[in-house]
Every structure is written in structure tokens, then in C-alpha cells.
């Protein structure tokens, strides 16, 4: 699976980003896409999933401010973030997920909030 993203870039705290995620290959294993992202001197953290039939999970620091979406007929994930603090600022990953593990990973995109 080919995962190429889009839509980073740098923002004020309390600014609004929309991350994209379009996937290619062998699409049809896909079960979930997500994101982590990645801070300098911290692990990569899982940030938000969505499953083919919908169902969505967050990481607690951005439930409520953070949305993740699902165009399955553009194969594409959307990751809508909103009300962004300095603390979000990572380098964001797009991640696929197929019923044999980590089906493939994007190239990343920096997200940077300023105060």
C-alpha cells in the first residue's frame, strides 16, 4: 500500500489544519487508516483511527478537537484539526492497517503551532 499525505504546514495556537492521507495499491486489505505523529525526543504516539465501517478512535489529548474522516470511494482519510495548541506540533504519519498488521506508512508532514 502507497500512502501519500498532505495538508501540513504552520499555524497560531487555537488555528484550524486538515491533514489528507490517499492511499493506493493493494487498497482492498485495508481494514483502518489513521495517524501517529512524532515529536522531537518522543515516541511516535497514535493519535486518531478509522475503520472501513466507520468506527472511530482518538487519542485523549485531542478527542473533541480533532476529527477523523473516510472517503472510501477516493481511498482517502481526512484528519480535521482544530483549536491546535504548541503541543500538537509532530511530525504527523499516515498509517494503513490490513488484518496482517501495518499494511504501509505515509512520508509524514510537519504540523507546527506557534503561541
Known amino acids: 500500500v502507497r500512502l501519500v499525505e498532505s495538508g501540513g504546514g504552520l499555524v497560531q495556537a487555537g488555528g484550524s489544519l486538515r491533514l489528507s492521507c490517499a492511499a493506493s495499491?493493494?487498497?482492498?486489505?485495508?481494514?483502518?487508516m489513521g495517524w501517529h505523529r512524532q515529536a522531537p525526543g518522543t515516541q511516535r504516539e497514535l493519535v486518531a483511527t478509522?475503520?472501513?465501517?466507520?468506527?472511530?478512535n482518538y487519542a485523549g489529548s485531542v478527542k473533541g478537537r480533532f476529527t477523523i474522516s473516510r472517503d472510501n470511494a477516493k481511498n482517502t482519510a481526512y484528519l480535521q484539526m482544530n483549536s491546535l495548541k504548541p503541543e500538537d506540533t509532530a511530525v504527523y504519519y499516515c498509517y494503513a492497517y490490513s488484518a496482517y498488521g501495518v499494511a504501509g506508512w505515509g512520508q509524514g508532514t510537519q504540523v507546527t503551532v506557534s503561541s
Open positions: 495499491g493493494s487498497i482492498s486489505n485495508i481494514n483502518a
Open positions: 478509522i475503520a472501513t465501517g466507520g468506527v472511530t
